[in-house]
């Protein structure tokens, strides 16, 4: 699933450690999200969207509905 | 942003360590069911023999709580390699062992240490199949 993660987090001038501290997970899930190999649960979207003060469509584009 | 804190990392690294003092402990207790009558006790001592059974039995309840307790502190992603990696483990001696028990009635293959061997093909098949998950979303 295709996400604006990497863009959000750099705008934030943070690295994938610190995001993956504040997500309270590994940097490997951070890192494997932004890449699109694996996609986060409905509680982990949530957070990343709390987190970033965004709604989850804003982070996380689904791409059934753009086509 | 505030300094990470190594929350998860924390978490993990405690929870992993715990799971290795079970582990040790209960190899321990293995080595003291399997050596105690040739070297502690007299053979065909009962007692002793069923203690450290018991020994070895509660040692491995509590492995299992500490392996469940680190399958919990681990993220999503963790978990789901870590499942991929069991389902893989499960199926193997299944795939392997109903065709190894066939060639053991034949007469074909060894049926001493059947069991060391099923336990050494899926620690093998865990390890590979775990760090191959692992590298997959690196």
């Excluded at chain 1, 990497?6 to 951070?30: G, H, N």
């Excluded at chain 1, 890192?31 to 990343?48: C, M, Q």
């Excluded at chain 1, 709604?55 to 791409?63: G, K, P, R, V, Y």
């Excluded at chain 2, 929870?15 to 080595?31: D, E, M």
């Amino acid at each position: 699933m295709k996400n604006r993660l990497k863009v959000l987090r750099a705008e934030r001038d943070w690295t994938q450690a610190q995001l993956a501290e504040a997500l309270d997970v590994s940097r490997q899930t951070i890192n494997a999200i932004e890449t699109g190999k694996f996609d986060p649960s409905l509680t982990l979207a949530f957070r990343a969207a709390r987190l970033f003060g965004l709604a989850i469509e804003d982070i996380f584009l689904d791409e059934e509905r753009r086509e | 942003m505030k300094t990470p804190n190594k929350r998860y990392e924390s978490r993990v690294a405690k929870s992993t360590l715990k799971l290795c003092y079970w582990s040790v402990a209960w190899v321990l207790a293995i080595a003291l069911l399997a050596l105690g009558e040739d070297f502690l006790w007299e053979d065909a001592s009962t007692v002793p023999t069923v203690i450290a059974f018991a020994i070895a039995v509660l040692v491995g309840i509590g492995m299992v709580i500490a392996y469940k307790n680190y399958v919990t502190a681990l993220d999503e992603l963790q978990k789901k390699v870590l499942l991929e990696a069991m389902s893989i483990t499960l199926g193997v001696p299944l795939a392997v062992g109903g065709p190894y028990s066939i060639m053991v009635e034949h007469g074909v293959a060894p049926s001493e240490k059947w069991f060391a061997y099923l336990i050494i093909l899926m620690s093998l098949t865990f390890f590979a199949s775990f760090f191959a998950g692992m590298r997959r979303y690196k």
